[in-house]
């Protein structure tokens, strides 16, 4: 059906000065990316595009810098010391445009690395537990080399593709990387109570990955009839779709599949999704189409905050001016939620860093990224309460803002939010 070469045969088609697309998440071809880096002598000025991608990155050492150089559109922890070493880049994009950065040759693509299942007797791989804009990369990228792994799990949806898309096959047979989730903590855990309680039943759900979407998971266990309409899940709604907690009766689309864009998680999540119809994989353009998500009645967003000032200003990729991680799909799932019949757009963090610096602030820091405005955000949640900000003037917003944030901050907040406006 096809010839399969060595992997250093295969990454021969990179050349210097060329750009490479890698598949994103759990899905990142780890055998492939280590050849390429290996060839770190003979390459210079390579750009790698990618998403967050798990596993190693060894091509964004800063003493390769000379041979590669990290365009992320997400920036994962394995890439994020490259805006500071300067052999690294970020490109703000909601994930519902990335692929449109490849199909109008915006982002032009010589290479793209990606990761596949074993053919079927018909010929067809699947990209597996990642679509999101990798479809979009192999139409524009002149090479498009393929990780075949034994252990890539058979998805249906958009992934489906012919191996005669394919330029070169590289065989192994590799376990995913897991993503292991930690126990919630006692304030997470309250957060997810709060979130819970303004989950109706019938509501279609959108949440990331994380203890605080766990925590909220576990809590759902007497719902009934609920949807999944997310970019990515992880293993805390196997058992919810096991109990018929979540079945998609009742999403305006994909009713009766649970819908995503990529996943991470254990292998008992890898061995649930593997030739699970009711499993959908889908490209982010459609996954995170605000266009799309507003038609499931009752959608329900839930993301987070790195902090989140009294006015509701939601900033989510940056750290002050350190750019952290990135815009993501949070902007595409609050407004589709907002524009929901009966949706909720809701971000929840704890009201304070374990440093016990206050999330809910006065004023952003400077240089922060204001990735969700104050014109979208219908509800803030911290442990400490839920805090409605939908069609509430600005002074009321910092009087619900401030119940909720850590009660050693609040009169400080309060006080310099006031100071603020008078100067």
Known sequence: MYKAVSAEEAVKVILSNNRVYIQAASAAPQVLIKAMTERQEELRNVEICQLHTEGVAPYANPELRDSFHVNSFFIGKNVRHTLAEGNGSYTPVFLSELPL??????????????????????????????????????????????????????????????????????????????????????????????????????????????????????????????????????????????????????????????????????????????????????????????????????????????????????????????????????????????????GKAIIALPSATKKGISRIVPSLKPGAGVVTTRAHVHYVITEYGIAHLYGKTIKERVKALVNIAHPDHREVIDKDYFNLIKN
């Open 101 to 342: 950065l490849f199909k109008r040759n915006i982002v032009d693509l010589d290479v793209a690395l990606i990761h596949v299942s074993v053919p079927d007797k018909h010929g067809y791989c699947s990209l597996g537990v990642s679509v999101e804009a990798t479809l979009a990369a192999i139409d524009n990228a002149t090479y498009v080399i393929a990780q075949v792994n034994k252990q890539m799990p058979r998805t249906h949806g958009d992934g489906i593709i012919h191996f005669t898309e394919i330029d070169l096959f590289v065989e192994c047979d590799e376990q995913l990387p897991f993503y292991l989730m930690p126990e919630s903590t006692e304030i997470e855990n309250k957060i997810g109570d709060y979130v819970a309680s303004l989950i109706e039943d019938r509501s279609t759900l959108q949440m990331g990955i994380g203890t605080i979407p766990n925590a909220v998971l576990s809590r759902l266990t007497n719902h009934k009839d609920l949807g999944l309409h997310t970019e990515m899940f992880s293993d805390g709604v196997i058992d919810l779709i096991l109990k018929d907690v979540i079945n998609g009766n009742y999403k305006g689309v994909n009713r009766g599949r649970a819908l995503a864009t990529f996943l991470m998680g254990s292998q008992r999540l890898y061995d649930y999704v593997d030739d699970n119809p009711f499993i959908e994989m889908r490209e982010s353009d459609y996954v995170n189409d605000v266009s799309i998500i507003k038609q499931n009645p009752k959608m329900v967003s839930i993301n987070s905050a790195v902090e989140v000032d009294v006015t509701g200003q939601v900033c989510a990729d940056s750290i002050g001016t350190r750019l952290y991680s990135g815009v993501g799909g949070q902007m595409d799932f609050i407004r589709g939620a907002s524009l929901s019949e009966g």
